[in-house]
């Protein structure tokens, strides 16, 4: 049934309904040789040897990033430090989910869940960010995003030994 107004959306049109809805996950994956394992422990226990600091850092390239009990966790060469996020959901090694909020406060905080699958090449690594609405400027969250995690990943994939993974990636 149509609106009596003509100008009015249509409550069950797919293109108001578009209008309303949160914004898209942003979903990127990689593969990286080897057992689940071995992919988890290379994201979670060595991130500080293969995150981009230099470009997706508080602190930038002297700084250190760990996962340290429930806390994803960047230290400055001078001690100061800055929390990424909180992680809610720890399954080693198949996945974790945190609440994301690196260079800003939990109050304004995305949801990051990555997942690790074997497959016949070695393991499927996917990353699910999403929570736009909890971002301060979620368009423009989303989209910092959207170009950032294909070059933390690829950073990442290299890192893993992975052949394909362009050498570009540190930009």
């Known amino acids: 049934m149509s609106s009596i107004f003509s100008h009015a959306q249509d409550p069950f049109d797919d293109a108001g309904q578009r209008a309303t809805d949160p ?11 080897g057992p689940v394992a071995r992919a988890f422990a290379g994201f979670t226990d060595h991130t500080h040897l293969w995150w981009p600091l230099d470009q997706h850092g508080v602190y930038g390239a002297g700084s250190y990033v760990e996962f340290e009990e429930n806390l994803i966790l ?3 060469d001078d001690g100061r430090t800055s929390i990424w996020g909180t992680l809610d959901d720890w399954q080693p090694p198949l996945s974790f989910h945190a609440s994301w909020h690196p260079g800003t406060t939990a109050l304004w905080s995305t949801e990051l869940l ?11 690594v996917r990353v699910f960010h999403e929570g736009w609405e909890g971002a301060e400027d979620p368009a423009a969250a989303r989209q ?7 070059l933390i990943l690829d950073r990442y994939a290299r890192f893993m030994g992975a052949e394909d993974a362009p050498d570009d990636s540190l930009g």
């Open 23 to 33: 914004l898209e996950p942003v979903m990127n994956t990689v593969v990286v040789p």
């Open 144 to 150: 910092g995003y959207a170009e950032a995690w294909p």
């Open 74 to 76: 960047e230290t400055a």
């Open 114 to 124: 990555v997942v690790f699958r074997a497959v016949d090449a070695g393991t499927e």
